[in-house]
């Protein structure tokens, strides 16, 4: 083992023994999960603990999107059939995961907006699992808009647009860009709520784009001029992988902070 390597699995240790001494925070102690933090945090240990405590307390806070996070629930398979957070296959020219998030895909008449949310970060989660050599490397976010309409801002209170935001910068992996497109002509007025919660640097990385992406990646979807899998056929891969990792969600349930 190189002095590198040494120096990584001590800081991975010594998070695990302050994770010991603080089991308010309860959070995941296996070195795959404390060692893509680390990593993510830039081997600072310091940061990393912040970083674990406010994640694991959003997870707490925030039980109407972490409790029962079953993939078989019936509100949850009918996003997961309608596709609201994609990851593409592959990366972008920078090495980075790509997901696409179609915002305005689901019936806000049928659809909370917590359920689009819950099932958003149970992709998430797993692709976490699944990809951490990729999600290291930062996110990159496509908000697809088309079709959307009034219902679904409406949907969309101060609130809910705070408790967002902050999930963003909650989790591991961090945004690097967050690009929406097929944005109707009044979107900026929309999103200025999003702005006011965002932190200077998510605001410089946000971009509006009428159609199409700056986006390089071969295997964006073809509904965004890529090569890669459609929508569709997306939404069933990750439909399948989420029925397939039920087991993964009763774990991840166990993991969140104990509120006084």
């Not at 958003?120 to 050599?133: F, G, Q, R």
């Not at 088309?146 to 992996?173: D, F, M, T």
Request: proline share 4%.
């Amino acid at each position: 083992m190189n002095n590198l390597a040494k120096d990584q699995e001590e800081k991975v240790l010594e998070l695990r023994e302050w994770l010991d001494a603080n089991p308010e925070v309860n959070g995941c102690k296996t070195y795959e999960s404390l060692y893509f933090f680390l990593r993510t945090c830039k081997y600072d240990v310091e940061r990393t603990k912040r970083k674990l405590q406010v994640f694991y307390r959003m997870r707490a806070e925030r039980s109407e999107w972490f409790d029962n996070c079953d993939p078989l629930l019936p509100e949850i398979q009918e996003l997961l059939q309608l596709g609201v957070f994609l990851p593409v296959d592959g990366v972008d020219e920078h090495q980075r995961k790509v997901v696409i998030i179609r915002t305005a895909i689901h019936d806000p008449k049928r659809h909370t907006q917590n359920n689009v949310f819950k099932t958003s970060k149970m992709v998430l989660d797993l692709l976490l699992k699944l990809e951490p050599e990729n999600c290291a490397r930062g996110i990159v976010a496509i908000m697809d808009m088309h079709g959307v309409q009034l219902g679904h801002a409406l949907q969309l209170n101060p609130k809910l647009i705070k408790r967002s935001v902050e999930s963003w910068s909650a989790y591991p992996c961090q945004p690097k860009l967050l690009e929406f497109t097929n944005a109707p002509r009044h979107v900026n007025i929309f999103l200025n709520t999003f702005r006011v919660f965002m932190t200077a640097k998510i605001r410089s990385r946000l971009v509006v784009r009428r159609s199409g992406t700056t986006v390089v990646c071969k295997q964006l979807p073809r509904e965004l001029d890529g090569q890669g899998a459609s929508y569709k056929e997306l939404a069933m891969k990750w439909r399948k992988l989420l029925e397939a990792h039920v087991d993964f969600y009763v774990e991840q349930g166990k993991y969140k902070s104990i509120l006084k």
